[in-house]
């Protein structure tokens, strides 16, 4: 396709279960950014990966949070036991090149956890 | 402290104005920055980017950057309803961005 998908656009969750959102980057980018926005509130910085490489995981805020990009294009950012403050827009972003170029975000996909 | 640093605003200006945005930024070793329009219920677009020290102009938008004194700017000439938006600053080290919580402008007809 032409820009970064995610999946699902929307997600429901109860308390307690466990989440998988993915995303689809642009073809050729070399760079996936993960992302979290609260409501009224700028992203903030999850994961990065170069490749199939995870090279920053500064921003995953617990051990409950998982990224991965086994082949170097589909991610996907796995959420276990999930708590009512995940509840977020979880946006994936992608750069052609190395982490310094311009980053293009996906739809994002709204959790809600109940 | 945030790292990045913007007004909240509402912002508010007339059509045909210009509309100023600040940011400023707390990381020295900052190395890019860029802002991005963000429509409610909807994802980050990139607008402007900009590495180096003075001005970079697209269209009707001008970014400015000061790295001396940490401070980017994006300013809106000939401001049209359709930019009415929460714009978001950010700055990037390696990979790792971070953003502001966003600037809200209301262009008024």
């Known amino acids: 396709g032409a820009g970064v998908s995610q999946s699902p656009r929307y997600k429901v969750a109860k308390r307690g279960q466990d989440v998988a959102l993915r995303c689809d980057p642009i073809s050729g980018h070399v760079s996936l950014f993960w992302y979290q926005q609260a409501l009224g509130q700028g992203p903030e910085f999850l994961t990065y990966f170069q490749n199939e490489a995870q090279l920053d995981k500064s921003g995953l805020p617990s051990d409950r949070f998982f990224a991965e990009r086994p082949e170097g294009s589909v991610s996907t950012l796995k959420i276990q036991r999930t708590q009512q403050e995940d509840s977020a827009v979880y946006l994936c972003?992608?750069?052609f090149g190395q982490g310094v170029n311009e980053q293009f975000f996906g739809p994002g996909t709204r959790l809600t956890v109940l | 402290q945030k790292e990045v640093e913007q007004n909240s605003g509402p912002l508010s200006v007339p059509e045909g104005a210009i509309a100023s945005l600040n940011c400023t930024y707390s990381?020295?070793?900052?190395?890019?920055f860029f802002w991005y329009r963000q429509y409610s219920g909807k994802s980050p677009e990139l607008i402007m980017s900009i590495y180096s020290n003075g001005d970079k102009e697209d269209g009707r938008f001008t970014a400015q950057l000061n790295k001396a004194s940490q401070y980017v700017s994006l300013l809106i000439r000939d401001s049209q309803p359709s930019d009415s938006a929460t714009y978001l600053c950010a700055v990037r080290q390696a990979g790792k961005s971070t953003f502001g919580d966003g600037t809200t402008l209301t262009v008024k007809p």
């Open positions: 990381d020295r070793g900052s190395q890019s």
């Open positions: 972003a992608s750069s």
